[in-house]
């Protein structure tokens, strides 16, 4: 686990790239927008968040039937945002999504620790925030990150 000077862009092009054929066997658009961010911190931890918060978007638009689904990412100073049309999340159960163990998919379909780990990882380990709000018709997942 060594803290290395990485470019956020080429790591969510590759996460993109990894997910593309899932998402366009679910007819869901994504799309990456802003300049790149240089920052220090664990490269491969901050993918695996990345792929884990894309993954959530897709399943929530798989699950929710939603037509012309869609995941847009945009990069700006200092975060990440990864918006979806999914639906969003109940307003009573938002603030517990975070929590380790706690799963909003069906029995059998999700362990309560993709969240979790990705929260642990930006916030113990990189030093940033993660952070959920329901917007519009989906979810936007902010990773907020400190200056190097």
Known sequence: KQKQDFSVKEVLQDVLSIQSAQLKSHDIKASLK???LIIHGL??????VALNLINNA??????KNVKNGFIEIEIDERSVSIRDNGGGIDADIISRIFEPY???KEQGKGTGLGLYISKMIIEKNMDGKLLASNEKDGVKMMIRLREI
């Open 34 to 36: 802003g300049d790149d």
């Open 43 to 48: 490269k491969n931890e901050f993918g695996q």
């Open 58 to 63: 897709k399943d929530a638009i798989v699950e």
């Open 102 to 104: 706690f799963t909003t």
